[in-house]
């Protein structure tokens, strides 16, 4: 696949090739003495598309919270399952999981298919802390105080966890005898290449991670089933891979290349007793040396790979991509572009039919503005046009900008994606808000169906996973407090035993999360409604007022309560004790306990009333 996908990718970066654009600057303006003509260009629509795209399947995603959706069919699993949903969310914020998603989505886009892992992680690191002092005796106080109390420097876990990373698709080597989208569950191997600085693999071999790091040899040369790179460096002339540049060998032997992967081990081969193959990870630095050995004993028991490939064509190994499918549609609007551009050249430059027996040649090869064109003694008294002539030249590009119209157009009708979603409002005259609307909500359907297939591919596998490694490796040791608004109504500290359960995970539905500015209008209209009709009674105003406070980005609106217990009472704010008497004998108002089957009026006129009758 690597030409395929390097081709993809000079798609994508609009590329063109820097050593012919830096001869015709050589040529043309140091040798030749003059300004450069324009170069050809490579009109950018797959780039504008896949960002699109991707656009709208991190919002879908990544703007709702939490992002793992997780249930249980089991009444008493309901809280566990909500705490997982927590515990899940925080392994996202560790592993900043947008940028690897957004990622994921691209890789879709220009490769035809994404993949991600996910790693259960371990993290301690030194923290420094005051020491509290117990001495007894006058000194006590001020051995004690913040100013002169030690501090000291302890290892401790600051982190358990899922660490969830994209794998490069020039470094991933799944089984290829099965689908990728099946790899986690029917493969029988997966590996990825990583690239990693040896003092890090020294540091693991202390705390016995790694064994045999000395023995690491040199980088060996490449394979030569090795067809190739990513080219994605091309238009910046960096490097596809920073850690694969072309160094010395003295120095390759401080950095080291990784193959990671799993994969069963049959029986016969001696490492463990059972008679049944198991899975085993390995790790392999430098093509030469085993430094890493072990069982694989995950719970969930799959490879630890998600595959996402939304474009797929029945049961095959590699899928064609976004960019596959536009590519070409976006080289001939690129020649539409560049064709026009050069006749357009053709014909603003003079193009003469000259009698040199009659001008004077030089001064036509000067050029310049203003200049003035000497004739030959043999053409005084004859007419100019006979000496000198402009040749008519037309412009047959005229309809190629148009043309290349309908190639975007078709292009938009293969991705789904129109200009709406891409924020252009098309011209045309004006337009109704159902048809913009319309518009947008056709092609956020395909989105959404992409979305929808993203999900029930990898994201359901990757939620699954994940949940099931902090059920199995969550140590008492480590705990978290849940922060948010929810932990100040509810505060929680979550422990390994409030997150076991056996749980479902819904597919995402691919619709985006609603809109904040169109909740808050409506919000308001509501809020109108109620306070202006005698049903807001039996709503809560202040609790109400401070949730839209809130959502328009208003902060902190509790600080001007002149009564903070207002927002806490579930009625309406209180009434004077005459007003609710007044109420009871017109019949307006009932106490609470009439409604809920009491006898008699409370003793409390100031308790919670019900609405007006």
Sequence with gaps: FYPRWQSNERRLQAYITLKDYEDLLRVQKNDAGRSPTPTDIVVPYAYATINTACTYLLHTFMGREPIFQISSNNAKMV??????????QYDCYHSRFAKHFWQFCMDQMVYGFGALRADWQEKKAYRSQKINNSFQGMFQQVLNSSAVAPMTRELKTIFEGNEITTIDPFSFFPDPRVPMTDLSREGEFVFWRTEIAKYKLQIGQARGEYVYVDNIGVMPGRDLNEKGESSRDLLTGGTSDPARINMDRAKVSQYVQLNEGVCYIPPEMGLFASKEPQLWFFTIANKNQIIQAMPYEYDHGLLPVVVAEPDRIGKAFGAPSVSD?????????????????????????????????????????????????????????????????????????????????????????????????????????????????????????????????????????????????????????????????????????????????????????????????????????????????????????????????????????EEFLLNPEIASVPGLMPMAEDQISSGVQSGNLVPASALQGGNGVVSDPGARMAGAM
């Design 325 to 557: 499918f536009v590519g070409p549609l976006q080289d001939v609007a690129s020649w539409f572009v560049n064709s026009h551009v050069r006749n357009t050249q053709k014909v603003i430059h003079n193009q003469l039919v000259v009698d040199p027996a009659m001008v004077e040649m030089q001064d036509l090869k000067l050029g310049g503005d203003g200049r003035i064109i000497r004739l030959k003694q043999a053409a005084y008294g004859q007419d100019v046009r006979m000496a000198l002539n402009q040749l008519q030249v037309s412009d047959v590009t005229r309809t190629h900008m148009t043309d290349m119209q309908l190639f975007i157009r078709l292009a938009d009708m293969i991705t789904g994606v129109n200009d709406n979603l891409r924020a252009i409002q098309n011209s045309g005259g004006r337009k109704t808000a159902t048809e913009v609307r319309t518009a947008g909500e056709s092609g956020a359907s395909r989105l959404a169906a992409r979305s929808q297939l993203v999900s029930s591919m990898a994201m359901q596998d990757l939620a699954m996973m994940m949940s099931l490694n902090n059920m199995q490796f969550l140590s008492n040791e480590f705990s978290f407090h849940m922060l948010g608004d929810e932990a100040m109504r509810n505060p929680i500290t979550l422990q390994p035993d409030q997150i076991i359960g056996d749980f479902y995970y819904p597919i995402n539905d691919g619709t985006l999360p609603l809109d904040r500015v169109a909740l808050l209008d409506v919000w308001q209209q509501i809020f109108q409604a109620i306070i202006a009709s005698p049903v807001g009674q039996a709503f809560n105003i202040p609790k109400m007022f401070l949730y839209i406070a809130k959502l328009g980005g208003a902060q902190n609106v």
């Design 79 to 88: 809280q566990n399952a909500h705490n997982m949903e927590v515990k899940l």
